[in-house]
């Protein structure tokens, strides 16, 4: 069993703790591949969705940026 799944239904404040408690259990269990499963997940905290993102990209890979209405980044 090298596959993993983490169900994600909301970004909430607690989402990037949880997940990545969820991902270290797997891990030690030996799961080498995961499903991260978003269905019907109605978002939240952007920071939460961004921490995550960032455990699977390389160190000093762009994840987002933001621009307002002008245009400026």
Do not use: C, H
């Not at 703790?17 to 952007?46: C, H, I, S, W």
């Amino acid at each position: 069993k090298d596959m993993g799944y983490i169900k994600v239904n909301r970004f909430a404040e607690s989402t990037y703790k949880e997940f990545k408690t969820a991902l270290m259990d797997l891990q030690k269990r030996g799961a080498k591949k995961l499903v991260l499963d978003l269905r019907d997940n109605p978002g939240g905290y952007l920071g939460m969705a961004e921490e995550m993102a960032d455990e699977f990209l390389e160190d000093g890979k762009l994840i987002l940026f933001t621009k307002n209405k002008k245009g400026k980044i």
